[in-house]
């Protein structure tokens, strides 16, 4: 996570009134905020890769597994990898040449999960573009690999085979459809005459089915998919001021997963995301992380890092991003338009 891998540390700045009357003059800057999902600090010389590979939900497979990346991957977000190890480059070409799929699982998430007595959860990935290089002093090869989130699984058992790749047997976790609030109790006959939730959710069109349950309407507003998406919009336009350049998937269940990549959340709080099989579950949490939440902290020593409302998008996909560095070390960083670093601060969530 983003907040393990960065140690802010306060500096004392000194500066005259003359300076600092100086450096208040606004400027503006030219930036393209497509770039960062593109990566393109990896190469434009990168192969890509058509097709894709998709498994059927509850299907058992054995896949490959990386564990060396700290790195919660959720489905629809891009991995950046550098690869060196001799095995691991080895087993990245064997991936390529088949299906071009491998199980991303967090390094430490299987003993945690054996010692809470929960099960061991990762996301499949799928190559999507990659380079190979080799530096002509040392001799030695680096994969550069651009690899997608696909679909959650469950870890059945793993082994490591004689060459030392690391397999896994995996279980191909199902995404639920999202539910139609009322459909048990809602005359068919009369779907025609229903109005859409974005037009007037208060209103019997939609929800005038309530009266022949047990449950008011009010309750079923929870639980509607659309009204959820577009609370979690509201709640996301007080967290960053260029909302409006966001481009985020519209279908409620790959927007969960949205939220999801681009939220700073702890480890244990992203698993648990995707141990929800239904979108409105997942939809649910995480509007109430972004209305609980109100400030970032240190993980550390606690101390304010920004309010909620200083979080600025450097990119359409969303305010937190992957970036891979040289050494093949994978972070997850977001950028803020302020920093208040106050000793006493704590995350309110």
């Known amino acids: ?16 009134d003359d300076e600092e009357a100086n450096t208040t003059s606004p400027m503006d800057v030219s930036y393209d905020i497509s770039l960062p999902a593109q990566h393109t600090y990896l190469g434009d010389d990168m192969e890509d890769l058509t097709g894709r590979t998709v498994f059927e939900e509850d299907s058992i497979h054995t896949v490959p597994v990386l564990t060396s990346h700290d790195v919660i991957l959720v489905p629809g977000q891009i991995l950046p990898l550098q690869i060196f190890r001799p095995l691991e ?132 507003l929870q639980y509607d998919a659309e009204v959820l998406v577009d609370r979690i919009k509201s709640e996301l336009s007080e967290w960053t001021e260029n909302f409006a350049t966001l481009r985020f998937p519209e279908d409620p269940g790959k927007f969960s997963y949205w939220v999801a990549g681009s939220l700073l959340l702890d480890d244990e709080v992203r698993l648990e995301m995707l141990s929800y099989d239904s979108p409105v579950q997942r939809l649910r949490c995480e509007l109430g992380i972004l209305r609980e939440c109100v400030v970032l902290t240190c993980k550390e020593c606690r101390s304010k890092v920004a309010d909620r409302g200083d979080v600025f998008s450097m990119s359409q996909q969303g305010p937190q991003g992957t970036y891979v560095n040289p050494h093949g070390y994978v972070h997850e960083m977001i950028t803020v338009a302020g920093r208040t670093l106050t000793p006493t601060a704590t995350f309110t969530r």
């Open 1 to 16: 996570m983003a907040d393990d891998i960065i140690q802010l540390i306060p500096r004392q700045q000194q500066v005259d």
């Open 89 to 220: 480059i080895s087993m990245m070409r064997r991936i390529i040449e088949e299906d071009r799929t491998l199980g991303i699982i967090a390094d430490g998430i299987t003993a945690r999960a054996n010692q809470n007595k929960k099960p061991v959860l990762g996301t499949t990935a799928e190559v999507r573009s990659y380079k190979e290089e080799t530096d002509d002093l040392s001799g030695v090869s680096t994969l550069v690999v651009k690899a997608e989130g696909r679909q959650r699984f469950k870890l059945l058992s793993s082994r490591r085979r004689t060459d030392g790749i690391l397999t896994a047997e995996i279980k191909i976790l199902p995404d639920d459809p999202t539910p139609d609030v009322g459909e048990v109790a809602r005359l068919q006959s009369l779907n025609r005459f229903r109005k859409p939730s974005k037009t007037s959710v208060g209103t019997l069109g939609r929800y005038g089915f309530a009266p022949l349950t047990q449950w008011p309407a009010w309750v079923y």
